[in-house]
């Protein structure tokens, strides 16, 4: 077991800090002091640009939030308890009382700290702090300071946006004759496309250059092995149903894409949503994303028009057509951008129902939810130190507004519904299997479905 708690009520123990040696306690103790040394960095290196756009009052700004960060590194480095959110904003108030209610749970105050907590809220915490820095010295409250590396992401990765535009526009420019077979097959490759998009974080690198630079395409085949839990015949049935349905009711599909990071990986995640759309296996495709700059390489609805513009202006006939299709997808309202403060919260989804009644409701009108990357499955399956045998639907306690699937590539230690003997054989191989980001998953679930567990 990887947490010290008990099992309480069925439930396993949150990961955390605390058992020394975990992912966790190593996320927290070295990878979480980096990202923040480098986001101090990029405001100093910035001071400049605040000098000219803002003047004395922009150097004020920058050395209060430099201040105010560097507190923060300590109160982490020497696991100092959490403390309240000092801001304004709409969503502090549920971060207080998020803390209080772990601060009754524990007794005291001081337990609640850096080390000691669950692994999930105090990452997250962390990423609010940020914003909560630089959104008390205006005039720099609204600068992302992660923007740089995102934008990098994207660039570095050129040559594969090209490739994979020019994939999907080969398919589109005939996608009328295609028999279902075949579009069986593009729906496939472009669902793995956008699965191992996930590989290119800027959190698990620590904000090093991890951008695509090989073919998505010519790599899949070799990839595949590494699918640990493949349900992409589910995924498949599920549209297909939905389709039928939608036929018969004079109704519409809709699916729901619950976004992880920019850069090379929104570009697959749009890709995907484009096909998807052409196909007419979607009507509607809802993309989700981050209010606030998160976890490093996270979308925002910034970066989210900003690949779109970067695409329809790109200098290459394929990639800057679907840019320009996918700006009228928005235009016509066939694709739509949403962000909910729930997501940049630090709960387990199971909490959704209850603590973001609206989000919940919003996600019961889609046909299929994809949730990508990481830190999403971290929240489907509430963080926590499961048996890998456990069913997807069990470590879901109770969240399933509409049928959903995580794409996800592995980057922490968790992972549920595998075989028996299969965690074990790769855990003899490669001891770090869970958080190399080498593995993934395409997992489904379901509660109208015959359930997997
Ligand atoms: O972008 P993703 O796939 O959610 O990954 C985020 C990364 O941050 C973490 O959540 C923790 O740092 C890892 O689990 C993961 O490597
Ligand atoms: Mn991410």
């Not at 969503?91 to 009382?97: I, M, P, R, Y």
């Not at 020019?166 to 579009?183: C, D, F, M, P, R």
């Not at 951008?337 to 973001?356: G, K, N, V």
Request: aromatic share 10%; glycine share 6%.
């Amino acid at each position: 077991m990887m947490a010290a708690d008990q099992t309480v009520h069925g439930v396993p123990p949150s990961l955390s800090a605390k058992v020394v040696g975990s992912f966790a306690y190593l996320t927290v103790r070295d990878r979480l002091p980096t990202i923040l040394t480098k986001v101090i960095d990029t405001i100093h290196r910035n001071k400049n640009k605040f000098f000219e756009e803002y003047g004395e009052e922009g150097i004020q700004a920058e050395k209060q939030t430099i201040g105010l960060l560097s507190k923060m590194r300590n109160e982490l480095q020497t696991d100092k308890p959490v403390i309240p959110l000092t801001d304004s904003l709409q969503d502090a108030e549920c971060w207080n009382q998020y803390l209080q209610k772990h601060q009754k749970l524990h007794g005291d105050q001081e337990s609640v700290s850096w080390f000691k907590s669950p692994w999930l809220y105090v990452e997250c915490y962390m990423y609010r702090r940020i914003h909560e820095a630089l959104w008390l010295n205006p005039p720099i409250s609204d600068y992302d300071v992660f923007n740089e590396g995102k934008t990098q992401g994207f660039f570095e990765s050129q040559q594969a946006v090209m490739t994979i535009c020019t994939h999907l526009e080969g398919i589109n420019s005939n996608i009328e004759n295609l028999s279902k077979n075949q579009l069986f097959e593009h729906f496939n490759k472009l669902l793995q496309v956008s699965l191992w998009g996930n590989k290119c974080d800027l959190s698990i690198s620590a904000g090093q250059d991890n951008s695509q630079k090989t073919s998505p395409i010519d790599s899949l085949v070799s990839l595949q092995p590494l699918i640990l839990v493949n349900d992409s015949n589910t995924v498949w049935s599920t549209l297909i149903s939905a389709q039928t349905h939608a036929r018969s009711e004079k109704t519409t599909v809709r699916v729901d894409i619950v976004l992880d990071n920019a850069g090379f990986e929104l570009v697959t995640d749009l890709v995907l949503a484009d096909f998807l759309v052409s196909s007419g296996l979607a009507h509607e495709v809802h993309f989700h994303g981050k209010s606030i700059p998160w976890f490093v390489s996270d979308v925002t609805a910034h970066d989210f028009q900003w690949t779109i513009q970067q695409t329809m202006a790109a200098n290459h006939k394929c990639m800057s057509k679907i840019g320009y299709q996918w700006k009228s997808h928005l235009k016509d309202g066939v694709w739509s951008y949403h962000d909910h403060p729930f997501w940049t919260q630090p709960h387990e989804f199971c909490d959704m129902a209850a603590d973001a009644p609206d989000l919940y409701a919003n996600l019961q009108g889609a046909d299929l939810v994809l949730f990508k990357g990481d830190l999403n499955y971290r929240k489907l399956v509430g963080d926590r130190d499961w048996d890998h045998t456990v069913g997807f639907g069990t470590a879901l306690q109770g969240f399933g507004p509409a049928p959903l699937c995580s794409l996800r590539t592995l980057k922490a230690n968790v992972q549920v519904g595998l075989q028996p003997g299969q965690a074990e054989k790769l855990t003899s191989h490669e001891p770090d299997w869970m958080t190399c980001g080498k593995y993934a998953v395409i997992q489904f679930y379901s509660s109208k479905a015959e359930q997997k567990d």
